[in-house]
């Protein structure tokens, strides 16, 4: 079978294989209970502390305000829920281009609980309109939760989050940020962060899938999202994901000792297929702001529609190459993209959206594009 070409890494990643050496033990001979108060069930207990400490030191944050999720969108919900039921806001802010993790939940907290909602002007560049948000805080008389992503995951574009934190701070407002693009692919100092909430997941850095990190500050107190339990010290009931979290501390510390190395390579790969698709193909256009403020691992490009390219992802597939559509959270369904659609209202292209690895190689690019000759 022909080799697969995999570039679709923003929406998952392979497992690093010292991440597989390092969660074999809790998958085969240390199964026991970390709620299980004999020595089998503390040393996994041991191993699930001993991974909070080293993601809160990685993140320059305190054990106590790591908490261990089902991922990203358990992280996203369990925040922006607390912070209406119970942190007291009653006014939402945020963007139409947010993951649907994050706009699926105010949506519903608006439509069912009454919360007001507000979202934050687009700029046509993908960035969110600061000025905009300055004006919508100043004028806002309620306790507001702002939930901006830090990086978006279709486009690439990438808020400062000191900016808005610090806006956030000045009018008094709590501030939740979907960091699952960014948290193992840019170091982090949460001390020196201001930020109510952040979130991440294992497997967009090389970990596992299924386990994500909530941080709370520590001056923030909410009440469990899930209840029937103490673990998570009284903040996320059920039996720990314990190779999980175990992958995910070692993936996160793999991510933090490698990322000048890999950063600076990933980088390279999508500056190189950005000047290898204006060479060979007219009329595309890149998302966003992919030379700016940007994610380096991924790459938005929107070809003219005509007959041939409207296949494309169906024939990139056909030859065992794997890229998106634009959220691989959407990709099944025939809406197209809620992000595409905001920053290009009336376009009539067709965005693919390539994201790269450590694993991928130049000759891997040389060969999309030379099938891409062949598509379009």
Do not use: W
């Amino acid at each position: 079978m022909k080799e697969r070409i995999y570039f679709d890494n923003a929406a998952t990643t392979a497992l690093d294989a010292e991440v597989l050496e390092a969660m074999m033990p809790y998958l085969t001979n240390n199964f026991g209970n970390p709620s299980s108060i004999y020595s089998y069930g503390r040393e996994s207990r041991m191993a699930i502390e001993n991974s909070r400490k080293s993601v809160a030191k990685i993140l320059n944050a305190h054990p106590s305000e790591i908490f261990f999720t089902s991922g990203g969108t358990e992280s996203s919900n369990t925040a922006i829920c607390a912070a209406i039921r119970d942190l007291g806001c009653t006014h939402i802010i945020s963007s139409p281009i947010e993951h649907h993790a994050t706009l699926h939940t105010v949506e519903y907290l608006h439509k069912k609980d009454g919360v007001k909602l507000t979202f934050v002007k687009i700029l046509p560049n993908g960035h969110i309109d600061i000025e905009h948000l300055k004006q919508i805080l100043q004028n806002c008389n309620e306790k507001c939760l702002v939930t901006l992503m830090h990086a978006n995951n279709e486009i690439g574009n990438m808020i400062d989050i000191h900016t808005v934190g610090n806006l956030c701070k000045e009018h008094g407002a709590i501030f939740h940020s979907d960091t699952v693009q960014t948290v193992g692919h840019f170091p982090f100092d949460l001390r020196n962060t201001p930020v109510d909430f952040i979130t991440g997941a294992g497997h967009k850095f090389h970990g596992p899938k299924g386990v994500g990190i909530l941080y709370i500050n520590e001056n923030v107190k909410i009440n469990p999202f899930i209840n029937g339990g103490a673990q998570e010290r009284n903040m996320r009931a059920g039996t720990e994901n314990l190779y999980g979290i175990v992958g995910f501390g070692k993936a996160l510390e793999l991510a933090t000792l490698n990322y000048e190395k890999d950063s600076t390579y990933i980088k390279s790969l999508k500056l190189y297929m950005m000047e290898q698709l204006q060479q060979h193909f007219k009329g595309i256009s890149f998302n966003g702001d992919p030379q700016g403020q940007s994610l380096y691992t991924l790459l938005s490009v929107s070809f003219p529609k005509t007959e041939k390219s409207e296949m494309l992802l169906f024939n990139l597939d056909i030859h065992h190459i794997c890229a998106s559509g634009g959220s691989a959270c959407t990709s099944g369904a025939d809406a197209g993209s809620h992000v595409i659609r905001n920053i290009k209202p009336n376009s009539n292209e067709v965005t693919v959206r390539f994201s790269f690895s450590k694993y991928n190689t130049i000759q891997e690019i040389d060969t999309v594009i030379e099938q891409l000759k062949t598509i379009i």
